[in-house]
């Protein structure tokens, strides 16, 4: 048996005899070595491994290996499953070693023995589908080992339903739960403390390591070794969990539960009712009093009810004369005070009732601290949809803060993932986290991208503010797809952007089109391949964790450079911060990021070493723009032109030789 795991890894090794397709890569077996050294020697190591590399493995392996008690966090829940049911797995067998695992999720993965019950007992369901959706959810708990919610696939992940039959931090009775023994939960937690290697996500890492919320706070003081796979989302996450939110959702649920327990325990304190009824209307007021905002583009400028956007981001001093916001701000802290108060009073009746007490104290501490008087290290902002708020608090820098963590305790640290390097380096990467000092690894993709791959930049387009740019990026497009026969995904940087694209290309595209948001995006997923000539069109989502193997996928066109938006409340703080100090805002951060957001858009195309495809950069600043450079320089080789006749000769090459493949193919 290999006792290393590049010998694990190679030619003669036990993966390469069980897994079918298997193929050893140099840059995945010195990969592996590197993450083995540095578990040995308890290090930070930072690697970066282009697709097709199959980091998963290059850390997996020397993981089991290194017998110690070991944390992997990823980017998703969807990552999270996919890597324990069926990565782990597959190791775990070939390198034969004894090795016990456990799956961790936040606390609303997982259904609540007495918040079913409660939901069961209330009658508030909406209608005929959610009663039924509920009695499908009360056959499954009597079966289920684990609770885990992704079992139940007859039920959407989106429902409302799970937000009645789980529990959060916030409304968990704790030890004073009739279920407490049989809790998921606790189930959940218990395997991980006994498991030689731990699965989560970075939202329950962060959630748990900043605000002690999800439970598992006796876990990580254990471990010997953390792992971060999708580590480029660590910054942004990392700023989330480490700062304060509050939303019109916790404020609601609290009015929720406290009536409900109220009726349940019999408290005989007249003033609740009345106060969470205030409560209410205090929360619908102060929404109301944000208004909407005037489209501020192109030809959205009529103030017309379709022509107003609900949602919103700004910065909270923005604020500061808006008399309306700030008089239902006062009514709003002026109820929360109230019913708090009324709370107290009831607290002594029952488990629930003390729960939701020290709910409304924490909640309107919190409402406090982000509307009054902010530190000046963090940036106050707000975020409206058309019935809901939130408020937050984030640190405009957090290296010092994750910088401490790693360096308690006696740990390893590995961060991985393929767009960690700006032009070979991890500056950037390092400096968010603090982690200048630690290892670096970086090792390109395996793919021949000068073979596989076209870069085509039309010719002619304006710059992006044009009012009519993403008319004359459909201009460019629709050429393209023609000689794609479909088959192609168009990214775009706003759902502004797309919603245009997607009323021009309903009447005039001959392909079958998917639009994000007209389905899951599983669902679109899913159509997409099974369809083998589809268009997509989608946002932010699509930029990552997206694989689409094969002919279906051979083209990604991508609108502009993804550059973070300048009304961004904490790109603005955070940008003025670094100005303050000297520093480029531009070229330290904004620039950067935009090169790591571009690569994961880019990183769609070419997933298996059979892939071929065209990508289409419709951004002129590539090459009209010094910056355009960095970008050009920090993606894979690939062929660039300029005009269309050669991206025709491409594809007709392509489809030439896929049709002698697949005549040379036996029957």
């Not at 966090?73 to 999270?80: A, E, M």
């Not at 990565?87 to 456990?102: N, Y």
């Not at 951060?589 to 997933?607: D, F, H, M, N, S």
Request: net charge neutral; glycine share 6%; with cysteine.
């Amino acid at each position: 048996m290999p006792v290393n795991s590049k010998d694990i890894l190679g030619f003669d090794g036990p993966l390469a005899g069980r897994l079918e397709g298997f193929t050893p890569r140099r840059a995945q077996q010195e990969m592996a070595a590197r993450i083995e050294q540095a578990l040995a020697d308890y290090a930070v190591f930072i690697a970066e491994s282009g697709t097709g590399t199959g980091k998963t493995f290059a850390y997996l392996v020397p993981a089991l290996l290194s017998g110690k008690k070991i944390l992997i966090s990823t980017g998703t829940r969807h990552l999270q499953d996919q890597l324990y049911h069926r990565d782990f797995p597959i190791v775990r067998d070939a390198v034969a070693v004894p090795v016990t695992s456990a799956l961790l999720k936040g606390r609303s993965n997982y259904l609540c023995r007495h918040r079913l019950e409660r939901a069961e007992t209330e009658g508030r369901l909406g209608g005929r589908r959610e009663r039924s959706n509920l009695a499908l959810i009360r056959e499954w708990s009597g079966r289920t080992q684990r609770g885990d919610i992704a079992e139940m696939n007859r039920i959407s992940e989106d429902s409302d339903l799970w937000l009645q039959v789980t529990s959060t931090a916030d409304n968990c009775l704790g030890s004073g739960c009739s279920h407490y023994d049989e809790c998921f939960v606790n189930r959940a937690r218990r395997e991980a403390l006994a498991a030689d290697v731990v699965v989560v996500n970075h939202h329950l890492f962060f959630a748990d390591l900043a605000l002690r919320e999800e439970g598992f706070g006796q876990l990580l003081p254990g471990v010997e070794a953390v792992i971060f796979d999708e580590a480029h989302q660590l910054p942004e996450v990392a700023s989330n969990f480490l700062g304060l939110s509050l939303s019109s959702h916790q404020l609601a649920s609290l009015c929720r539960d406290a009536i409900a327990e109220d009726l349940k325990e019999h408290s005989g304190v007249a003033g609740l009712p009345p106060a969470t009824q205030l409560l209410e209307k205090a929360l619908a007021d102060f929404r109301l009093a944000f208004g909407v905002e005037p489209r501020r583009t192109g030809m959205y400028q009529c103030r017309e009810r379709q022509d107003v956007e609900s949602d919103r981001r700004d910065a909270w001093d923005k604020l500061e004369n808006a008399k309306v916001v700030h008089a239902a701000l006062a009514e709003l802290k002026s109820r929360l005070t109230d019913l708090s108060a009324v709370l107290d009073i009831a607290a002594g009746k029952g488990q629930g009732l003390a729960n939701c007490a020290r709910r409304a104290s924490d909640l309107l501490d919190r409402l406090m601290m982000i509307s009054e008087s902010p530190p000046s290290e963090y940036v106050a902002w707000f975020e409206t949809t058309a019935r809901t708020f939130t408020l937050y608090l984030t640190p405009l820098d957090i290296a010092a803060s994750f910088r401490q963590h790693t360096g308690n305790g006696k740990k390893a640290w590995i961060f991985t993932s393929a767009t960690l390097a700006i032009k070979k380096s991890f500056a950037h990467f390092q400096a968010r986290l603090g982690l200048e000092q630690a290892e670096t690894g970086l090792w390109d993709s395996p793919f021949d991208y000068v073979q596989q791959t076209l870069l085509y930049i039309p010719p002619g387009l304006p710059a992006p503010s044009a009012p009519d740019y993403t008319d004359r990026v459909l201009d460019a497009a629709l050429p393209v797809l023609r000689a794609s026969r479909g088959r192609a995904f168009i990214l775009f940087t706003s759902h502004r952007a797309l919603k245009v694209a997607a009323t021009r290309l309903r009447d005039t595209l001959d392909y079958p089109l998917l639009v994000q948001g007209d389905a899951p995006r599983s669902e679109l997923l899913r159509r997409f391949r099974d369809m083998g000539n589809a268009v997509l069109l989608g946002t932010s989502s699509f930029w990552e964790g997206v694989d689409v193997r094969g002919e279906a996928l051979s083209c990604v066109i991508i609108d502009k450079l993804p550059f973070a938006s300048p009304d961004d409340p904490v790109l603005q703080a955070r940008a003025a911060a670094m100005e303050q100090s000297g520093r480029s805002s531009f070229t330290e951060y904004q620039l950067p990021e935009a090169v790591i957001t571009l690569k994961q858009g880019v990183g769609r195309l070419i997933r298996d070493e059979s892939d071929h495809g065209v990508l289409v950069l419709c951004d002129p600043r590539l090459l009209s723009k010094g910056y355009g450079k960095i970008f050009l320089a920090s993606l894979p080789p690939m062929p660039l032109s300029r005009t269309l006749q050669d991206v025709e000769a491409f594809f007709a090459r392509d489809n030439l030789a896929r049709q002698v493949l697949r005549e040379a193919s036996p029957a």
